[in-house]
């Protein structure tokens, strides 16, 4: 498509709490450090797309000063560039870039923001990849050493991520933790070694049982939700560490557990926004680690998309969501066809 023949994006918005639509919007105009782009594959962050959605944030939370209503959702997306402004250096029509762009089908980011795909990933690995670089910094954070036993609470995007990671980094075992059966299957496939379907809440006895009396040395939890934590430190180990990848919206309802302080357990947690340069590690830097990865197969995207929509099936799609996400695992929405 020429570059002058966009005007229009059709783009989702979550114009109020509970309410999803789909627009056509006009495009920004292209500035001399811009490059206007065409969506190719966008990745729904289910977790974190559906908390916007449901809009229930506790005051001086990071929710609530982000998310304004007409909200935009999404930050993982595939596209190809159509046009570069006059400044924009070592990027052409053409080219595919990856970038944090929301669910759109025609965009202007500036050029700073966006990463090129290297030949050999596919559009769908490189929707993966603001996903990938996010868990990648909660390793990070976690300073691993060889063989210790790591618990994954959750099994969803972002604990599929940290089991392949943790296998990747010589974990002793990586027992994941989690209500789903369908979950926990791919969890198996990506390199968990133990599984619990259950809550958190049930888990004790068991990993116990699996890490013969030693409890565990880094605890992840990728929920999210305000009732793991207590439960995630009473797995710890003394002087183990819980990682809290999923940013909680009513954090007053959190409980720390009855053990922190007499085991000595280190809370520690990460965002996102981390990866732009976390201990000397450049958010380039990860992404090229990941591609390398990516193409050894040593990490594995294809086998976590469940399902593919078109663009335009977005409201079924969101409201489907909200009813169960437990049998969805990576959902893409397929722009090309629009």
């Known amino acids: 498509m020429s570059p002058a ?13 509970e309410k999803m639509a789909l627009k056509e919007e006009e495009v920004p105009a292209l500035g001399p450090d811009d490059i206007l782009c065409r969506a190719i594959v966008s990745l729904i962050s289910a977790g974190t797309e559906l908390a916007c959605l449901r809009g229930v944030f506790e005051p001086g939370t ?23 402004g006059e400044r924009v250096k070592g990027i052409q029509p053409g080219e595919r870039i990856i970038c944090q762009a929301r669910h759109m089908q025609f965009f202007v980011m500036n050029v700073n923001e966006v990463t090129k795909l290297p030949e050999g ?22 300073e691993h050493q060889l063989g210790e036993y790591v618990g994954v609470i959750g099994a969803g995007l972002l604990g599929q991520f940290v089991i392949q990671y943790a296998k990747l980094i010589g974990a002793r075992k990586v027992i994941a933790i989690a209500p789903s059966d369908a979950r926990l299957q791919l969890a198996k496939e ?8 259950m809550e958190v809440s049930e888990a004790l006895p068991y990993i116990q049982t699996l890490t013969a009396g030693r409890l565990l040395d880094t605890v992840y939890d990728v929920t999210g939700g305000y ?9 710890s180990k003394e002087l183990g560490k819980v990682i809290l990848l999923g940013d909680c919206t009513e954090p007053s309802k959190q409980s720390i557990g009855p053990t922190v302080v007499f085991n000595s357990v280190s809370i520690l947690g990460i965002h996102g926004r981390m990866m732009a ?30 399902h593919r929509f078109s663009p335009k099936e977005a409201v079924s799609v969101y409201d489907s969501l909200r009813e169960n996400r437990l049998n969805a695992m990576g959902i893409m929405f397929d722009w090309k066809d629009l």
């Open 5 to 17: 023949m966009v005007s229009k994006s059709l783009n989702f918005v979550f114009v109020d709490k």
């Open 62 to 84: 990071s929710w609530e000063s982000w998310v304004k209503y007409p909200f935009y959702p999404g930050y993982s997306m595939t596209a190809e560039v159509l046009q570069v």
């Open 227 to 235: 009732e793991v934590l207590s439960y995630a430190t009473q797995l």
């Open 277 to 306: 340069n976390f201990k000397g590690w450049t958010e380039q830097d990860m992404s090229e680690v990941i591609f390398e990865y990516m193409m050894r197969k040593e990490i594995n995207v294809q086998k976590l998309i469940t």
């Open 190 to 197: 990506n390199g968990a070694t133990d599984l619990l379907s």
């Open 121 to 142: 990933i596919s559009d769908d690995e490189g929707a993966f990849m603001q996903v990938a670089k996010i868990t990648l910094v909660a390793l990070r954070r976690a």
